[in-house]
């Protein structure tokens, strides 16, 4: 790192949104915006290619007496790499070159916990019959959505019954009915070895606690692959520099930040006589995703809320044009945790990892210095073979460290000339595990519940030079021509006439 971290510790979504309102990242939206379509409407729209403000919507319709429950949403709090920057504290215009790199170590420190008896969450404590979840303004997205989502950018947190250790990661979660939540997970991610580990302990239910709206360290570590058996509430900390501070739910044996803005209790249903209808929703992808199915239901035991509670939610789904929140996170993220699978591998010569935000982590880019042959397949393979793989880096491409991967055109000239399929630069690599919502993938193989993951059929692109090539004399014993770049001499030799020859300002026609 050439830059130095200082960690801030916002002490809840409030802190976070006035330190985006100080830097000029937020806006205020006091028109009367509707929950349903419009919301997300405008969400989608102001976010840009990584460049629009943080929302908050504080007028929405239905949701605007002076006696509801909740009235307003906040989304796009960290659906730009400055916002992300500024969570990490570090200065806004930090390159992400450097997030990828402190996103590497920071997912390995750990700042425990610190247990509260009490906090602004316990303000408003709603149990039993009095659950309503229609009491919250949460947005129907996207028109082509099943429902209104309630979890979109949340941590939903369980329990590994046998080592006690809580997993907090995103699963969407759609409303449907007073007191009842279907989720969408799958059985390789974290919660899904914690429902196989319930069920094989004879439960019929799993303890669930779903915490809405606390610093951004919350949705960020929720939602990226922190390791097995380690509590994303330990990474929280580390980003923060301090201990997260959690109060026990009040209807299960699970804690939450003290200072959250909504936190639900309840059980999720093991038992498929239980499922609900769920989805399809807006996904990851930029396409409608994850069928209308039924799918395991989060049954409301408890809502408890701070006065006027902010419900947090985000536009998921990137597109060129608008990158949402996961794509820019997953950038960064699924970057880092690339580059640390690569390192525990073993393989050499790893100089730099990117994952364009304009896809979410689909496409690998990895640059090596490479000293032998294979040496990108030795990577895909590492890649792809790891957990982390499950759901990200479909495509993997390798280039030299002459080629910078955060250009494209730097890239895609390297794919054009030193790429050649017939000599192995292109390989796929069949039928593997993957993400059970691309549409790439045939509709029968999407369905995990059959499969309990989807099928992916990765590829690598090694655009590096091909050292199984022979040296060649004519190139001064180097496998591939000169590149027609001047030399450096030559440069300065001609940058030194620059003005004499009139170039200095460019003539416009
Ligand atoms: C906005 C957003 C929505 C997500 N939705 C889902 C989802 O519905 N189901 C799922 O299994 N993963 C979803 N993910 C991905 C997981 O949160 C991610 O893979 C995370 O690593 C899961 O936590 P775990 O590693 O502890 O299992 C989502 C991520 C984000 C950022």
């Not at 027609?484 to 170039?503: F, S, T």
Request: net charge negative.
């Amino acid at each position: 790192m050439t830059v130095e971290r200082k960690p801030v510790a916002f002490g809840d979504l409030r802190g976070w949104i006035a330190a985006l309102n100080a830097a000029g990242e937020f806006r205020e939206i006091d028109a009367e915006v509707d929950w349903n379509i419009e919301l997300g409407t405008i969400l989608r729209l102001a976010q840009g290619p990584g460049t629009g403000p943080a929302l908050m919507f504080n007028n929405i319709k239905d949701y605007n007496r002076p006696d509801s429950r909740c009235r307003r949403v906040f989304g796009g709090g960290l659906a730009s790499h400055r916002r992300v920057a500024m969570m990490l504290g570090l200065p806004p215009d930090t390159h992400p070159r450097e997030l990828v790199q402190l996103g590497r170590t920071i997912l390995n420190e750990r700042i425990p916990p610190k247990i509260v008896k009490d906090g602004p969450v316990k303000q408003n404590v709603i149990a039993g019959k009095d659950v309503d979840l229609d009491a919250f303004p949460t947005p129907y997205w996207n028109r082509l959505d099943g429902g209104r989502y309630l979890i979109t950018y949340a941590g939903v947190v369980t329990k590994d019954p046998e080592t006690g250790v809580m997993n907090v990661g995103i699963y969407r979660g759609m409303v449907a009915g007073r007191d009842q939540i279907p989720i969408l997970m799958w059985r390789a991610q974290h919660i899904g070895h914690h429902v196989t580990a319930w069920q094989q302990g004879g439960s019929a239910e799993m303890p669930i606690a779903v915490a809405i709206g606390w610093e951004p360290s919350l949705g960020f570590c929720a939602g990226t692959p922190v390791a097995k058996g380690v509590c994303e509430y330990d990474v929280m900390g580390a980003i923060r520099g301090a201990p997260v501070e959690l109060v026990k739910c009040e209807t299960v044996d699970l804690y939450v930040p003290a200072t959250a803005e909504i936190v639900i209790e309840g059980y999720l249903g093991l038992d498929p006589a239980t499922y609900m209808m769920e989805g399809p929703f807006a996904e990851v992808t930029g396409y409608v995703g994850g069928e209308r199915l039924p799918k395991p239901s989060i049954r409301v035991t408890c809502i408890t809320h701070r006065n006027d509670p902010i419900l947090r939610g985000t536009i998921e789904g990137a597109l060129p044009g608008s990158y949402s929140e996961n794509a820019i996170c997953s950038s960064i993220m699924r970057a880092a945790t690339a580059w640390n699978v690569l390192d525990r591998a073993g393989v050499p010569g790893i100089t730099d990892v990117w994952c364009p935000p304009v896809h979410a982590g689909m496409n690998l880019l990895v640059q090596m210095k490479q000293t032998y042959r294979g040496q990108a397949k030795q990577a895909a393979n590492a890649v792809w073979g790891s957990s982390a793989g499950h759901v990200r880096y479909k495509h993997v491409t390798v280039v030299d460290d002459d080629i910078d991967i955060h250009d494209y055109a730097a890239v895609d000239w390297a794919i054009a000339y030193r790429v050649n399929a017939g000599e192995d630069d292109i390989v796929i690599m069949p039928s593997t595990f993957g993400m059970g919502i691309d549409p790439s993938t045939r509709k029968r193989d999407r369905n995990a519940v059959l499969f309990g993951t989807g099928k992916w059929n990765r590829l690598l692109i090694d655009a590096t030079m091909n050292l199984d090539y022979d040296p060649d004399p004519d190139y001064g014993g180097a496998r591939f021509p000169p590149m027609v770049w001047p030399e450096k001499a030559d440069i300065d030799a001609a940058q030194a006439r620059w003005h004499e020859l009139g170039l200095d300002h460019p003539k416009r026609s």
